[in-house]
């Protein structure tokens, strides 16, 4: 089984819990930017599209779909750059303060609680399927 790759990465399961938790890490951190920025004169909030706009679940493999040409093919190595991957775009928001500031903070924490429960949701698929895993070992 030379030249075979890992059980791991060859579980789809596996690699969608994986794209979802790092979506949702990225999406956090753009959200943590907004209301940081909550009382910059002329800051526009925002955010990246939803897991589901991003995921590709049409091709095999389920990748990310491509955006744009230099989407999904630069260095992963900051969260920015993760983010400007993922289509980091302003918030559709009509209200915006008289400074023109578009971040509402009560938006801002309804988002970062969905996150949550997406990143909580990415790790309990990861569990069950590893357990599903170890069950069919034999490794319970």
């Known amino acids: 089984m030379e030249g075979e790759a890992p059980v791991f990465e060859t579980l ?3 690699r969608m819990a ?9 999406r956090q951190t753009v959200i943590a930017g907004n209301m940081a920025n909550a009382d910059t004169p002329g800051y526009k909030a925002q955010d990246i599209a939803s897991f589901s706009e991003t995921i590709d679940t049409s091709a095999p493999g389920f990748g990310l779909k491509a955006t744009r040409s230099a989407h ?4 992963q190595s900051s ?4 983010a400007d991957q993922l289509g980091l775009q302003e918030e ?4 915006s ?3 023109g500031n578009s971040v509402s903070l009560e938006e ?3 988002k970062s609680v969905q996150v949550k429960q997406q990143h909580d949701k990415a790790l309990a698929i990861y569990k069950s399927a590893l357990d599903v ?3 069919a070992l034999g490794r319970r």
């Open 72 to 75: 999904l093919n630069g260095s």
């Open 97 to 99: 303060s008289p400074n």
């Open 12 to 14: 789809q399961v596996f």
């Open 108 to 110: 801002q924490v309804m």
């Open 133 to 135: 895993m170890r069950t």
């Open 79 to 82: 969260m920015a750059g993760r």
């Open 92 to 95: 559709e928001n009509p209200w």
């Open 18 to 26: 994986d794209a979802m938790a790092r979506h949702a890490s990225v």
